[in-house]
């Protein structure tokens, strides 16, 4: 090589010294594209179980908050214009209060109608009571008579159908009546309706109408309800138990609850019922282990409602539960 000077060899010197800044410039490479492998807290605690259950068998489920009532969808019976909306999400209501109404005015008119008809019945029947009253004593008068001769039997004969008439128009006039009376109880019926109010006590989940909307009697169960309500205290947690592992399970036995993202809160639930039917699994976790074509049984435990924890939970939020498994102590 021309270029060196005469004591600097290429391959004993410079080409060694190219090949170890080349292997120093790909080790520096190489570190900076290695991924962050360093390890950190998680942002939400896995779900654990606590007390005895940390240590004996327990079987593992999710479960969703709903009310002890479960939810209730209130529809309308009779499509209309709703005129006022009494509720908000949040309140407390009594059986029987008034949640909205829908607009009245064409049933009351019909109402005002069907009372008119039974006062015309009314008039009806009595002009007819009248005229069959004058007619029968015309006619008794006519048979008291002794001398057959003083009046003609055509007298008579006229006499018994005027009385005969005047009893078919008090007849038909009570007919009348009946169904002008009919009418109305049927109007005010429907009038009723119009009003619609809780069918028990219990708290407001959701209102989905608003004064001026057209509501329409639902005649599907693809329809968004337009209030939705329950018995919130105490509150039911309803939890989807694998079919795998429903046989384990000890019915009866109380469940630790605790939110989803919150495993420090935990609570004690009390067992309240086994649903008879085992069914396809709808509550989704998202999570990528989970089975989806799945059956479960569903188990429902009460919330204490007497303990400051209760207050994490909401109506429709998912929660884990642990439950004792047979052979476990609780």
């Known amino acids: 090589m021309s270029l060196l000077p005469a004591n600097v060899s290429f391959s004993r010197q410079v080409l060694p010294l190219l090949a170890l800044v080349s292997i120093i410039f790909g080790v520096l490479y190489i570190a900076s594209i290695l991924p962050d492998r360093t390890t950190s807290e998680p942002a939400e605690q896995p779900p654990k179980p606590a007390g005895a259950l940390a240590e004996g068998p327990r079987v593992a489920g999710t479960g969703l908050v709903e009310p002890a009532s ?94 005969a008439a005047a009893a078919s128009r008090l007849q038909l006039a009570r007919a009348r009546l009946s169904v002008a009376q009919a009418r ?30 057209f509501v329409a009697t639902q005649g599907g169960g693809s329809s ?20 795998n ?39 989704l976790t998202n999570s990528a282990a989970e089975r989806v074509d799945v059956r479960v049984l569903q188990l429902i435990y009460a919330l204490p409602s007497d303990v400051p924890e209760a207050e994490a939970f909401r109506v429709g939020q998912q929660v884990d539960a642990f439950i004792p498994a047979k052979g476990g102590q609780e």
């Open 70 to 163: 479960e939810i209730i969808d209130i529809g309308s019976a009779l499509s209309g214009l709703v005129t006022s909306v009494r509720v908000e999400p949040g309140d407390m209501v009594t059986a029987g209060e008034t949640l909205f109404t829908v607009d009245p005015r064409a049933a009351r008119a019909q109402l005002a109608e069907a009372e008119a008809a039974i006062r015309e019945a009314h008039a009806a029947i009595a002009e007819a009571s009248a005229a069959r009253a004058t007619a029968r004593e015309q006619l008794a008068l006519y048979r008291e008579i002794d001398d057959p001769a003083a009046v003609s039997r055509s007298e008579v004969i006229r006499a018994e159908g005027e009385e």
């Open 245 to 283: 592992e429903a046989v384990r399970v000890r019915i009866g036995a109380p469940a630790i609850i605790s939110p989803r993202g919150a495993a420090k809160i935990q609570v004690r639930a009390n067992f309240v019922r086994a649903e008879p039917q085992v069914v396809p699994k709808r509550q």
């Open 184 to 213: 109305a109880q049927s109007v005010r019926t429907e009038l009723d309706r119009l009003t619609v109010r809780a069918p028990i006590a219990g708290e407001i989940l959701a209102v989905n109408i608003r004064p001026g909307e």
């Open 224 to 243: 968004v309800p337009f209030i939705q309500m329950g018995r919130t205290d105490p509150l039911h947690v309803r939890v989807d138990i694998d079919e």
